[in-house]
């Protein structure tokens, strides 16, 4: 199976700032990437497809890049509503997620 | 409105059987592969099964043999058969639409939980 493994596991910020989680593909996934955002007791919900794809509805604020083994998620710049926990899949093969990236309130 | 809503679950000893349903609403269930993904309190997702259109099934080796996904296009329900169960299979179990144009599990239930425990 594809292994996805994400950085930073944690991360703290203020509202305001922008910020970029990293997803890297143990081999080339094309650009068959997924992002997604995960709020406490709640279910994921999708946010960018396709690596650079932002799903109708998720604000502009959230943006995806890469291709290949390497992929971004950037928030141009935080509000409140955004603290959650963000998980990023693959759908080229076999589905794998990565280990999530919690984003913390600073 | 579009909407999956998971049930069946509970507490379960290990070893024994347990069946969740997903019952859909709002689309067109018999176009989309449907999927199984769970998730450990604390800890990351795992999808655990998926069926096409066309009712071809597959499985992570981690519930192959144990597990049964299935479909009911008429009653727009979603099934999932789960035997021999262990600790480990202890988690919360989220139903999903797989949007095939997307890639991406665009729309979630709200998930059940299951505990696996003596």
């Known amino acids: 199976d594809i292994q996805m493994t994400q950085s930073p596991s944690s991360l703290s910020a203020s509202v305001g700032d922008r910020v970029t989680i990293t997803c890297r593909a143990s081999?080339?996934?094309?650009?068959?990437l997924n992002w997604y955002q995960q709020k406490p007791g709640k279910a994921p919900k999708l946010l960018i497809y396709a690596a650079s794809s932002l799903q109708s509805g998720v604000p502009s604020r959230f943006s995806g890049s890469g291709s290949g083994t390497d992929f971004t998620l950037t928030i141009s710049s935080l509000q409140p509503e955004d603290f959650a926990t963000y998980y990023c899949q693959q759908s080229y093969s076999t589905i794998t997620f990565g280990q999530g990236t919690r984003l913390e309130i600073k | 409105e579009v909407q999956l809503v998971e049930s069946g679950g509970g507490l379960v000893q290990p070893g024994g059987s347990l069946r969740l349903s997903c019952a859909a609403s709002?689309?067109?269930?018999?176009?989309?592969?449907m999927h199984w993904v769970r998730q450990a309190t604390g800890k990351g997702l795992e999808w655990v099964s998926a069926i096409g259109t066309a009712g071809d099934t597959y499985y992570p080796g981690s519930v192959k043999g144990r597990f049964t996904i299935s479909r009911e296009n008429a009653k727009n329900s979603l099934y999932l058969q789960m035997n021999s169960l262990r600790a480990g299979d202890t988690a919360v179990y989220y139903c999903a639409r797989y949007a095939g144009s997307e890639g991406a599990f665009d729309i979630w239930g709200q998930g059940t939980m299951v505990t696996v425990s003596s």
């Open positions: 709002g689309f067109t269930f018999s176009s989309y592969d």
């Open positions: 081999q080339s996934i094309s650009s068959y």
